[in-house]
Nanobody
């Protein structure tokens, strides 16, 4: 059984920073790509960032490139999302997710099987 628990969301002013964490339980964390998605009210869930199983490759949505950084610590079964220069349009619930297949990576929500409960990020102008 895999469980993902996000933390670190909150309210921040535009230009500020937040660091999200996602702690994973279960086996073989280091064999799976992890990703962050976000969902704003009335919108579909969107890709934010992904990182391969060993951390050697990262992928970002164009809207967050240069501002967000995804990383992971396989010894701690944790993936992070460092969010800088936050904008009001970043306001959403952020979810971490584990890819459905070991040693593969993808950018679409339907490629991810396990999801956390989400953490709210609100950026005020």
């Amino acid at each position: 059984q895999v469980q993902l628990v996000e933390s670190g969301g909150g309210v921040v002013q535009a230009g500020g920073s937040l660091r999200l964490s996602c702690a994973a339980s279960g086996r073989a964390f280091s064999m799976y790509s992890m990703a962050w998605f976000c969902q704003a009210p009335g919108k579909e869930r969107e890709f934010v960032a992904a990182i391969t199983w060993g951390g050697g490759n990262t992928y970002y949505a164009d809207s967050v490139k240069g501002r967000f950084t995804i990383s992971r610590d396989n010894a701690k079964n944790t993936v992070y999302l460092e969010m800088n220069s936050l904008k009001p349009e970043d306001t959403a619930v952020y979810y971490c997710a584990r890819h459905q297949t070991s040693l593969q990576v993808g950018l679409r929500p339907n490629e991810y099987t396990y999801w956390g409960q989400g953490t709210q990020v609100t950026v005020s102008s």
